[in-house]
């Protein structure tokens, strides 16, 4: 059984006109990548600890963590990378998923 990744990505945007320009490459890339949204930017809540409320939060599940670093490095997201980098900062990781069990 193949265990899925998962993008987890934190953005604080600058411009969000600008943003959009990014948005839409971002979204390109990621359904040719096979990627899918799970969380993009909803409201969100601290429910214990010391987590800082980001301004923006997407996850998207990707069938492999390796299927989401060829997203990351792909001239795809690369050119939609560029796009953003005037306009928000972002953090971003990759994590891999757990084996369905049940």
């Known amino acids: 059984m193949s265990v899925r990744g998962y993008l987890i990505a934190e953005a ?3 411009d969000p006109a600008a943003y959009e320009i990014y948005k839409a490459l971002a979204q390109a890339a ?3 990548y096979g ?3 799970l969380v ?3 409201d969100s809540e601290v429910l ?6 980001p301004p923006r939060l997407v996850i998207v599940e990707f069938e492999s963590p390796e299927q989401a670093r060829r997203f ?3 001239p795809e997201y690369q ?8 306009v928000a900062d972002m953090n971003m990781l990759v994590v891999a998923g ?5």
């Open 30 to 32: 990621i359904a040719q």
């Open 48 to 53: 214990e600890g010391g987590w800082a409320k």
């Open 79 to 86: 050119a939609a990378r560029t796009a953003r980098l005037a």
């Open 72 to 74: 990351y490095a792909s």
């Open 35 to 37: 990627g899918r949204y």
């Open 12 to 14: 604080s945007v600058r």
């Open 40 to 42: 993009r930017g909803g």
């Open 98 to 102: 757990v084996d369905n069990l049940l």
